[in-house]
């Protein structure tokens, strides 16, 4: 693991606001120096909306744009992952309550769950989402 986040971003859309979480990520990425960079997204809405250069409605455009901007700048591709291929991130996600912005630069920073997620996928053991009862 080279680093990882979790941002708050507020009451919005859900492709917006995932939007705005991978523009923070490879925002991060250019400032570390890391390019021929490959994005997996859960939100396939999001993957077919900047690999089509669709325009998007307001204020999701300017998202799309800024997407494709930084996607550039760090020789990145986006492609389509199943939320389940994606535990980490999703626990990531769930965590926003915890603070505004939190950043992580080693795997012993991580909070356990989400270690323990990362040390599944290492070894190459898919995760099962379990729906509540």
């Not at 400032?31 to 089509?52: F, P, T, W, Y």
């Amino acid at each position: 693991m080279i680093g990882a986040f979790y941002k708050e971003f507020g009451e919005y859309e859900v492709v917006y606001a995932e939007g705005l979480a991978l523009c923070s990520g490879l925002q991060w990425c250019m400032g570390a120096g890391l390019s021929d960079i490959l994005v997996e997204v859960d939100s396939l809405v999001l993957v077919r909306l900047v690999q089509n250069r669709s325009v998007g409605k307001w204020p999701l455009c300017s998202v799309l744009s800024q997407l494709r901007l930084l996607l550039g700048k760090v020789k990145g591709s986006i492609t389509h992952i199943h939320r389940e291929a994606n535990a980490v991130a999703d626990s990531l996600a769930a965590l926003s309550r915890e603070g505004p912005y939190v950043t992580f630069q080693s795997v012993q920073q991580l909070p356990s769950r989400v270690r323990s997620l990362i040390n599944l996928d290492a070894i190459g053991f898919p995760y099962i989402r379990r729906f509540p009862v």
